[in-house]
């Protein structure tokens, strides 16, 4: 038992702080924790820690937050380390992959939270806005081509692949180009089409884009998709976040500039958008002739995807 007589013990009384250990179990409970305490000698507060808080080390956020950023949020690192375990998991899709977003495509990340880009939240301890789909998946829209699977308006000899990309442009003057004229209002990024070499038996190159639409739920495209009956599709998920896709190819709203953006045949790709935005499809890119090479600036766009787009590449 303690002295009660050690606090008036003037050899004790300059010690700013006293720590101890102690071994504490609750009635009916057959385990016990260490609990670590500390009193301040001008207070008389006592601050209790716990030694088996899961939230520190490498399992606390802000730790885990200012690694990433040292490693430039390195994806495939990242992946590597959500997979390790149930925390890592949480912490990553909480925080880690949002700051991944940012960090890569601030611009886009504005434009589909509608918040200046000044203004998002981020940095130590701040907490991810919601984003239907979860940032782990515009991580992976940003970072990764999901390859192309045949379907019933773009038939394909043999399946191809996904794969990181090194270097990808989204733009939101590009998606303008996949809206009828009635959903132009919408905000729509597309990235440029990834560019696969023609595969056995094909004639053409393949290509494959992927994008996202900012606030869907209220977007005048998933009104017509649902003014027109269009039924989402039985055997086609999401590639990135596993969620139900309407075909906009059945549903007749792929408009003839969606082909010209692409540099595609006008009735060689389809596309599909899930039911949290986020859209991939895949086409066959016609050869570049000569003509196409002098084309003039209007029809290529090309300084308005620099102005309102984001480059996003891998480290």
């Known amino acids: 038992m303690a002295n009660p007589n050690q606090e008036r013990n003037p050899s004790t009384s300059s010690m700013p702080l006293i720590s101890s250990t102690s071994r504490s179990s609750s009635s009916g409970t057959s385990g016990s924790t260490s609990t670590s305490s500390t009193m301040h000698r001008a207070t008389g507060r006592i601050a209790v820690s716990n030694r088996n808080n899961p939230n520190t080390g490498i399992y606390n956020e802000q730790v885990l937050t200012l690694l990433f950023r040292f490693l430039n949020w390195d994806p495939q690192t990242l992946c590597s380390t959500a997979c390790t375990s149930r925390r ?3 912490v990553a899709e909480r925080i880690l992959f949002y700051e991944l977003c940012v960090s890569r495509a601030p611009r886009l990340v504005s434009a589909i939270l509608a918040t200046p880009v000044n203004a998002l939240p981020h940095g130590i301890g701040g907490s991810a806005p919601r984003l239907p789909g979860g940032w782990p998946a515009l991580a992976k829209i940003l970072l990764y081509c999901c390859g192309c699977t045949p379907s019933l308006f773009f038939a394909l000899s043999n399946p191809m692949p996904g794969h990181f990309t090194a270097v990808t442009r989204f733009s939101k003057t590009s998606g ?9 209002g919408d905000v729509l990024y597309v990235s440029d089409p990834c560019e696969h070499a023609s595969p056995p038996g094909e004639e053409h190159d393949l290509g494959v884009y992927r994008g996202v639409f900012g606030g869907f739920v209220r977007s005048r495209t998933r009104a017509c998709l649902i003014g027109r ?9 999401c590639p990135y976040c596993g969620a139900r896709v309407w075909s906009m190819t059945a549903a007749g709203l792929v408009p003839r500039s969606a082909a010209t953006r692409l540099g595609s045949l006008e009735d060689g790709l389809e596309y599909f958008v899930c039911v949290n935005g986020h859209l991939h499809g895949s086409c066959w890119l016609t050869p570049l ?9 209007e029809d290529d766009g090309s300084s308005d995807r620099q102005s309102d787009g984001d480059e996003i590449g891998t480290p």
């Open 88 to 90: 890592h998991r949480a």
């Open 289 to 297: 002739s000569s003509s196409n090479d002098d084309g003039d600036s």
């Open 176 to 184: 303008k180009s996949f809206l009828i004229r009635r959903c132009s």
């Open 229 to 237: 009956n269009a039924e989402l599709e039985e055997h086609i998920r």
